[in-house]
């Protein structure tokens, strides 16, 4: 069982940044994917970003070139670093981890975290 604990979500006006912070209770090297998942109020939840164990990223195109993920397998900790933040990324911010072991897939999510962006 993989615990996962979000950190860094706040309030911050149109333009600025944010670091979110997912720690995990094990190694990240132990996982196979990590994602950032958000939902706003009223929406479905939404992915957002990735990082593999190899390092490899990918970013919903409504992020791409303004949010980062990277990982810290030292710390056990994945980040999404968000710049030029809109009000429409006002969301719960979610991490979410898949371990897969031979045919099984497992996933875990964080309790979440709130951002909220004002104009």
């Known amino acids: 069982q993989v615990q996962l604990v979000e950190s860094g979500g706040g309030l911050v006006q149109a333009g600025g940044s944010l670091r979110l912070s997912c720690a995990a209770s094990e190694s990240i090297f132990s996982i196979n994917d990590m994602d950032w998942y958000r939902q706003a109020p009223g929406k479905q939840r939404e992915w957002v970003a990735a990082?593999?164990?190899?390092?490899?990223?990918n970013y919903a195109d409504s992020v791409k070139g303004r949010f980062t993920i990277s990982g810290d397998n030292a710390k056990k900790t994945v980040y999404l670093q968000m710049n030029i933040l809109k009000p429409e990324d006002t969301a719960v911010y979610y991490c979410?981890?898949?371990?897969?072991?031979?045919?099984?897939?497992?996933?875990?999510w964080g309790q979440g975290t709130q951002v909220t962006v004002s104009s």
């Open positions: 990082i593999t164990r190899g390092g490899s990223t």
């Open positions: 979410h981890a898949i371990r897969r072991i031979i045919t099984q897939e497992y996933n875990y």
